[in-house]
């Protein structure tokens, strides 16, 4: 194998987009078995496979410095679940799974990862972990090595199997992310939220929308307990009804959030990611109120762009209060989207032609769920 900087593939700076990404499999650099496949490979992002065993396991973890995964999952795990026909992972239960890539990284090129959209809208929490680790999500510049992701569904049991995508991963060289005063000077440019003047500081705000965003009356989704399962590979196998109760528009427009329970609820701004950019959510700020609100948040290049049909897309929320009820009122500030650069502009854009979800999204739940 080759060095990745040696043959262009490795920028000085920058989040790699599709193209590169796909150059960084065909160099060797990304292995995976089955091999990788075209569907795979998102705008600025890599879907990331479930292998053939998942672990369940007394307690989440992380290997620590220097230290491999696979002697600390054989002494927490309680029992290993053959995933090849497909398995259920229950509410309340932890569990480690093997993922198909592994990552062979130029010296230059490090990673994060985060859930896939879908996966943060069935309230399933994942984290990746691999040799040495000692945060989540990270995988550190040059890695060698295999991939594990934990999964703790929290509100449906779902039914997964070898090739079930629930994350992703980025590859980025370099200081990616903006300043705030980059941050204020591209909004001035092509307005990256639709508010005149937003607030700046550690990424760009995003509110709460309590007053219906999409006109039927309807200002979030409550998820129900003790329903079936959730087949994470069937899109539109599940009635709404049966996994959801709605949440309407009430006069003093504000939802008290119960702990314990998770919420979907959709942001007042529309968003837009130029196609130059990617965008992540903050999951949690406590300077705004004890609650998270949002899993899986990676916006690619491209959403809610008007090129490729995106216009009014809104940031939905997974929401999630913490140890107490706290009331949130409409325009209520709940998180920051902080940006950063892509190396190039992606070959593939979110929405163009790709049969992307959750272009042009107003309250939108995920791809699993159909209405009637």
């Not at 899986?296 to 140890?323: N, Q």
Request: with cysteine.
């Amino acid at each position: 194998m080759t060095d990745g900087r040696a043959n262009g593939l490795i920028p000085t700076s920058g989040t790699l987009p599709s193209q590169s990404i796909a150059a960084l499999i065909a160099a060797g650099h990304v292995r995976a078995e089955p091999e990788v496949i075209d569907a795979q490979v998102q705008p600025a992002s890599l879907d990331l496979r479930l292998g053939r065993r998942v672990f369940r396991v007394r307690a989440s973890f992380l290997p620590g410095k220097d230290a491999p995964v696979a002697p600390r999952l054989s002494e927490l795990a309680l029992h290993e679940i053959d995933l090849s026909a497909g398995a259920v992972l229950e509410t309340g239960a932890v569990y480690i799974a093997e993922v198909a890539e592994s990552l062979a990284l130029p010296a230059g090129l490090a990673a994060a990862a985060n859930p896939k959209s879908s996966t943060g809208r069935l309230d399933v929490f994942t984290r990746l972990i691999v040799d040495g680790a000692t945060e989540f999500d990270q995988i550190p510049r040059g890695y060698h090595g295999p991939l594990y992701l934990e999964i703790a569904p929290r509100t449906f049991p779902v039914l997964v199997r070898s090739g079930s995508r629930l994350s992703q991963v980025r590859f980025r060289a370099g200081l990616v992310r903006l300043s705030d005063e980059d941050l204020t000077s591209l909004h001035r440019e092509q307005s990256l939220v639709t508010s005149a003047e937003p607030s700046i500081q550690t990424g760009i705000a995003v509110s709460v929308d309590l007053a219906g965003p999409g006109g039927d009356g309807v200002v979030g989704w409550r998820a129900k307990r003790h329903t079936g399962l959730v087949d994470v590979d069937v899109v539109g196998g599940c009635d709404v009804l049966d996994f959801w109760d709605p949440l309407s528009v009430r006069k003093a427009r504000e939802l008290i959030l119960d702990p314990g329970q998770f919420y979907i609820l959709a942001s007042k701004e529309a968003v837009h990611v130029p196609p130059g950019f990617a965008a992540e959510m903050t999951p949690f700020d406590p300077l705004v109120g004890e609650f998270r609100v949002h899993y899986a948040g990676f916006f690619d290049p491209g959403f809610g762009h008007a090129a490729t049909g995106g216009v009014g897309s809104r940031a939905v929320l997974e929401v999630r209060s913490h140890d107490v009820p706290f009331v949130l009122e409409d325009g209520q500030i709940v998180g920051r989207l902080v940006y950063e650069r892509m190396a190039e502009r992606p070959e593939r854009l979110y929405g163009a032609g790709l049969g992307s979800n959750y272009q042009a999204q107003g309250l939108k739940l995920s791809k699993h769920f159909r209405s009637g």
